[in-house]
């Protein structure tokens, strides 16, 4: 690999560690990026898997005030998401992928409408309701802690779904969980990213090790880009905290939808 090559990568994966901090849209940019230096399409998904992690590093890194007290959704969800990540990671060794990629783009733009139009929490649910007068303006707003009953039913079975298919394709799982979170618990743009950078980081892990194992990891273009990924993950709270929420919704969900349209097309 060249040097050209390999700070090519590095960029893509500063690139990927703010789109996925902000909009969790990561794969947008590296896996295209990994699919340009010739590898195949198999070997760029796992090594864009394994290469991410590091972007879930950062932003976690970076997020710790938002994620405080909501260590009761996190465990929780995370116990949906990680066997979901494992199933999906299994299924992508061992099924094709044809009949799964034509559906995708209904998933993705489902969950891009969902965020646009953010449909609010039903009342009283268990992440703590925000009233509407006191949503604040900015993506850093300070949402109560989780209430003692737990997240919905329908968040958890959602998170195992979106495990399921973060470990296999990936592409906007991101959207997808935010969208869940946006419209099934009370938490606003900046804690809603967190958890679901906590969440998917988790699930993309398990999936990652089972790559790392048995899957053609392609390591001389996974380093560079996991660079890269490291430092826009990190890069990307801080944006977050000061942009405000409402713009960086809509750019999420019309984000979203222009990829969903990019995979129909391809797909059909």
Not at 169 to 189: D, E, N, S, W
């Amino acid at each position: 690999m060249s040097a050209t090559t390999a700070l090519l990568l590095v960029l893509a994966g500063i690139g990927s560690g703010l789109t996925g901090s902000i909009a969790g849209l990561a794969s947008l940019i590296s896996y295209p990026a990994l699919l340009a230096t010739g590898i195949s399409p198999i070997s760029a998904n796992v090594t864009n898997t394994v290469a991410l992690i590091f972007s879930g590093a950062g932003t976690l890194h970076g997020s710790r005030p938002e994620l405080r007290g909501q260590g009761p959704l996190l465990r929780k969800m995370l116990l949906w998401a990680v066997p979901g990540g494992i199933v999906g990671g299994v299924l992508l060794l061992l099924t094709p992928s044809d009949a799964f990629e034509k559906v995708v783009p209904f998933l993705i733009g489902g969950a891009a409408l969902a965020v646009l139009l953010r449909p609010g929490p039903a009342k009283g649910s268990a992440v703590g309701d925000v009233p509407a007068d006191q949503i604040p303006h900015t993506a850093a707003d300070l949402d109560p802690a989780p209430a003692d009953d737990g997240p919905p039913r329908a968040l958890l079975i959602g998170t195992f779904l979106v495990g399921i298919y973060g470990g296999y394709f990936g592409a906007a799982a991101g959207v997808m969980l935010i969208a869940l979170l946006l419209g099934l618990t009370g938490l606003g743009l900046a804690r809603a990213s967190a958890v679901r950078t906590t969440v998917l980081t988790a699930a993309n892990a398990v999936a990652a090790v089972y790559f790392i194992a048995f899957g053609p990891v392609d390591w001389l273009y996974c380093l560079p880009l996991a660079l890269g990924s490291l430092i826009g993950g990190r890069i990307g709270p801080i944006v977050l905290r000061h942009a405000p929420a409402g713009p960086l919704r809509i750019l999420i969900a019309l984000t979203g939808l222009g990829l969903a349209i990019d995979l129909a097309l391809q797909a059909y």
